[in-house]
């Protein structure tokens, strides 16, 4: 049985007279992928940083595995299990590929533990950072510098860092975003193999992949949802087509 994991209510973000994001609900449930589409300006990454935390609402509020966590610091947030990458990168390129994963498993471990050392927490953030690595299919470029790896290996490298906090909830922000064929193919089969474990929003602009992978589809404009549902029924809805696809 599926779960509804992350649920927004109402969302509105204002920036003085800009209504970035208008209203807007949407569910997130497990083993499903939903993604958000729109032109440029549209209200994505807005959206994205509310459900984050990064940015409080003005209105509206965000429940994560039942809990509310409108106005939570995005740190609890993604201790309460959600975690999500960046349109622009949060590498550290001098860094290897293993020492940016340990440090973002590191990132889930509470301040007073990180402080004491506690071996069991070492231990515990070790095996997320492991585990993170294998599932991004990275193990066998733990030791080089992230500078030094390719454009996809570092959009691998950013979902590896997400999963390093352990997450039931995964927001994507234009994982394909620059790829080539080959390297958006892997991607898109990486989500694929994320997708039973977890609930996925996923913000991109590469149509083809987002036909392959979304079970459900929002189209937002202006800041406000104009579509939402199947990619069958977005795909032929007149105010889509009209509005944004422009056929
Ligand atoms: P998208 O990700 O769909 O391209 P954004 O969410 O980045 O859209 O932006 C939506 C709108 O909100 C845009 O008009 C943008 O200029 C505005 N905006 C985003 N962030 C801020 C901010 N911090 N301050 C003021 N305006 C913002
Ligand atoms: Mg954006």
């Known amino acids: 049985m599926s779960e509804v994991l992350l649920s927004a209510k109402n969302l509105t973000k204002r ?9 807007v609900s949407l569910n997130l449930w497990r083993d ?11 209200g994505k990454s807005t959206l994205t940083n509310l459900l984050s935390g990064d940015i409080a ?4 509020n965000v429940t994560l595995g039942g809990q509310d966590v409108t106005g939570w610091n995005p740190e609890r947030i993604s201790r309460a299990g959600l975690g999500r990458s960046y349109q622009k990168t949060n590498i550290f390129l001098p860094f290897t590929v ?45 030791d080089s510098i992230a ?26 922000d234009e994982p394909l975003a620059g790829m080539g064929t080959a390297e958006a193919e ?16 996923l913000v991109e602009h590469d149509m083809d992949a987002v036909f392959a992978l979304a079970d459900h589809l ?7 949802v104009i579509a939402s549902g199947t990619p069958s029924q977005v795909r032929n809805d007149a105010a889509v087509q009209s509005a944004y696809l422009g056929e």
Do not use: Y
């Open 15 to 23: 920036f003085g007279g800009l209504a970035a994001v208008n209203d």
């Open 32 to 42: 499903r992928i939903h993604a958000v589409i729109g032109p440029n300006g549209a």
């Open 57 to 60: 609402p003005t209105s509206g």
């Open 98 to 142: 293993w020492e940016n994963v340990r440090l973002a498993a590191q990132s889930r471990t509470p301040h007073a533990a990180r402080w004491l050392s506690l071996a069991s927490s070492v231990r515990e953030s070790n095996e997320r950072a492991e585990k993170a690595l294998e599932l991004a299919g990275l193990t066998s470029r733990r």
């Open 147 to 172: 500078g030094a790896a390719s454009h996809g290996e570092q959009r691998q490298l950013e979902i590896a860092m997400t999963l390093a906090t352990d997450p039931q909830v995964l927001l994507l």
């Open 186 to 201: 892997r991607m898109v089969q990486l989500l694929l193999k994320l997708k039973p474990q977890h609930a996925m929003m």
């Open 218 to 224: 929002t189209v937002m404009v202006n800041g406000q």
